[in-house]
């Protein structure tokens, strides 16, 4: 089976390139400087396409768990980013006691992915991701929570809000794709030579002894070299064949790998430089979270959201809220059910316990947040809060949150909350799913 000696570009994608190229020219869309292309050009071009599909799909910053504005949520600080496609978030009740309970439910969307499903287009395709990127600068967020009141009955309330990218400079720059792509197309041409010496070492040594020999005649030598290849690619026969040939011999194939494999380590080493530099620039975004109770006092905050990396594995993220909440009615001040405006901060720190990558699961993460509420008819209330996000796979993690709080929702004095949660980016989740 070939396989594509680029690490960003699956063999599917790569075959379906010249289509999407074909069907473009088709459609009379293709700028007309297009015409002047050399292939070589034109090929490069589209690859710089897939790269930056694939460094904007792993650029970090993509919250996919409830607004902070809810109770249930595991967070007290929000990230500028969101799923590329539908982020699903679970915020599971309390596990301390004593403390407010409740849970929330939340689903994010963009605009992005109604367009992919009105028109049946693959979603995750590079060259559509590209093009279509201000679709992915909208997200819209609709979800359910359930909190406790004073007497122990349950509050539901209903979770709406959206957030819009202002400002982003994670878009990888001329010269971090000319390096990458430099990189690439040392890696591609070491690849296809290096597998066919590899291949026919271990048809010499172990040929026969499966049945498909060396033969010094070319047709019958090629043919069982195709089938003795095959077996290669079986995980149930490759391991006896490796056994087979002894450890000298796989000795002196690790040697051919450890000689060849420069090419690739600075195609990773390009290719992480770029991410870190993605990850380095700073995003803005607008966010407006609404919270809205059947019992009355709604609530909603509207404010900005930064993103910067300070270094290489570690995340500052800050919030800054205007906050408007509704009175309930036949509320007093003992009761604090009266209306209020003020505002919110939040600024908190991420730390990754191991390196970023450009495909598998993130590390698992330590957040660091403080947040500020300040009302003009209630007393200032703190948040400070430890979570570790643990990853399950790519696109799916467990926030783990302990919270504590100068001025619980129940009771008006100080508490500890522990909340487990469970976030769903089904891009990300999707796009491994599909082996790219």
Known sequence: MTTSPFPFVSASRLNRLAGVALIALAASSVPASAAAQTFDQWFNARIDDVVAARLGQNSGARETEAPSIARGSSTIVNESGFSDLIGIALGGGALTHGTDSGASTALTMTPYAVLSGILGIDPDDPFLYEERSAWRALSFTLGTETTEAEDGSDVRATLVGFKLKLWSRRT???ETLRELRRTLNLAGAVAGPLSGSLTDSL???AGALVGFP???????NDNNRVAFSRLLTDSTRFPGILSAIGEDHVDVLLAMIEGGIEPFVENRRAANVALAELKGEPQVALDVQGRIRESGGD????GLGLDIWLARRIQFTANANASFISAIEGATDATGGTGATGGTLAAGVSFALGPERLGGADP???DIALEGEFLDTR?????????????VLEGLSLPLSLTWSSRMDVADED???GRIGFTLDTARLLRAMGGT
């Open 172 to 174: 990888p720059s001329p």
């Open 203 to 205: 048809h010499a040594w």
């Open 214 to 220: 060396t033969s010094t005649v070319q047709e019958t």
């Open 299 to 302: 609530e909603l905050r509207l």
């Open 364 to 366: 698992v993460s330590l």
């Open 379 to 391: 007393h200032a209330r703190w948040n400070a809060q430890g979570k570790l996000q643990v990853p």
């Open 415 to 417: 508490g500890l909350i």
